[in-house]
């Protein structure tokens, strides 16, 4: 990637920080404060209550869910054992936790991609399962452990060998996830892997995929379209909300992002 390639990418991960609700917020909120102290109190008040709203909005369950569900609802989750067999199932990183005490354990939806892709294997529907994650850290003893490491050892711990499991640790974003893998894929010949990765992340995932010349059947895991039974528990904010919300606008960004890029680079490599 060109320096000034990087550095278009920087800004806009930076951008992509500053609209998320709970920053946005905390911005627009200081924008007000500042207004107050110059004395021009009508513009401080209206910056202070548009941050109040765009906060307690962003933490409404029913909102989530009205800004995840599309994302999600790309592509049907079906009964595990319904997909079609591939030569490999793909899982992408994202997924455990670091080095924190007792260990490196499941971590986004609960350990949801990792399930998805043991329970898959169990059910034969593939072979292989190539783990893709490059994001390092250090141990204790001062190795350096990739996430691909740690998603091995817990497919491990739910049964799946670890002598069919191939890892990929160079990624360090889902484009290159996708560049990564599709290297081990054509280097082990497989014309089709399942690809599992959270719901609300797979547009995205696929579509690098596919950028990559990599055909996929796409296996959605850990949804989080969902809204807490009862009229009024819908209507309270939570942390929980905003939580889903934050993550469905970082894919919207994330995938327009993607197209952008795309459309820019045209026919040249899609090395990132």
């Given at each position: ?32 404060i ?68 007792p260990?490196?354990g ?29 994001k ?90 969902w ?46």
């Amino acid at each position: 990637m060109s320096c000034e390639a990087d550095q278009i990418k920087q800004m806009f991960k930076v951008i992509q920080q500053i609209i998320y609700p709970l920053n946005l917020a905390l911005v627009v909120l200081l924008l007000g404060i500042c207004c107050l102290f110059a004395r021009r109190r009508r513009a401080g008040t209206w910056l202070a209550s548009f941050s109040f709203v765009l906060l307690l909005a962003a933490s409404l369950p029913k909102a989530a869910v009205h800004l995840i569900a599309p994302l999600e609802n790309r592509f049907a989750a079906l009964p595990l054992a319904d997909y079609t067999a591939a030569d490999a199932i793909v899982v992408l990183g994202g997924t455990t936790s670091g080095a924190a005490a007792p260990g490196a354990g499941p971590e986004e939806n609960s350990g949801s991609r990792l399930l998805t892709a043991a329970r898959l294997y169990h059910l034969g529907k593939a072979s292989k399962v190539l783990v893709s994650g490059g994001k390092s850290y250090k141990t204790k003893d001062r190795n350096t452990r990739s996430e691909a490491d740690d998603m091995s050892s817990i497919l491990v711990d739910m049964g799946v060998p670890q002598s069919i499991i191939l890892r990929e640790s160079n990624s360090q974003s889902t484009e290159q996830n996708a560049f990564y893998s599709a290297e081990i894929i054509r280097q082990n010949g497989w014309q089709r892997v399942l690809l599992v990765s959270s719901a609300h992340h797979l547009r995205r995932a696929v579509f690098w995929f596919e950028q990559a010349g990599v055909s996929t059947i796409p296996v959605p895991a850990g949804r989080l379209a969902w809204c807490t039974s009862g009229c009024l528990l819908s209507y309270l904010p939570s942390a929980s909300a905003l939580l889903r919300s934050t993550a469905a606008i970082k894919e919207y960004g994330g995938f327009a992002w993607a197209r952008l890029k795309t459309t820019v680079r045209g026919n040249q490599s899609l090395r990132p």
